[in-house]
């Protein structure tokens, strides 16, 4: 494997400023921060991204940017914040070890996120219903297996 910068801030061998740390994981500031505050969230364990974390550690990243969230908001007299995932170099993940940033936001401050020309359209139902099938169909069932189509 290649080395990943986020272990190596883990395991305390490269630098950060840390906002929070526990047996599990780590906050720390964005090196390249888009607003003052952006923090990013991982886990201390190595996972690329999203489709290879257990929901288990993808859900503790968002309890503590629930926790981290009122504090950031009073030490940066932000308005808003910004909870931001990228999966996969498409969705311009750069640093391959889950993270979450929390990005402190407010008015004026410059970030904002494109979206593709026509948005919004409103997609009918039977699209919506077609692509729900599909997914579900891709669940898991609840006994490891793979479960059929709904």
Known sequence: ????????????????????????????????????????IIPKRHYRNIFGC???????????AAKLANPMRAATGCEGMNLF????????????????????????????LRTPEGYPRRAPYEELDEIAAKIRSCLPAPDGGQKGAS
Do not use: K
Not at 54 to 64: G, Q, S, T, Y
């Open 54 to 64: 257990p929901p288990d550690v993808a859900a503790r990243l968002m309890e503590l």
């Open 85 to 112: 995932m990228a999966a996969e170099a498409v969705a311009l993940q750069d640093v391959w070890h889950i993270h979450l940033h929390l990005i402190p936001r407010t008015a004026g401050d410059g970030f904002g």
């Open 1 to 40: 494997m290649e080395r990943c910068i986020f272990c190596e801030i883990a395991a305390g061998r490269a630098p950060a400023s840390v906002v929070y740390e526990d047996d599990e994981a780590l906050a720390f500031m964005d090196i390249h921060p888009v607003t003052p505050g952006h923090t990013l």
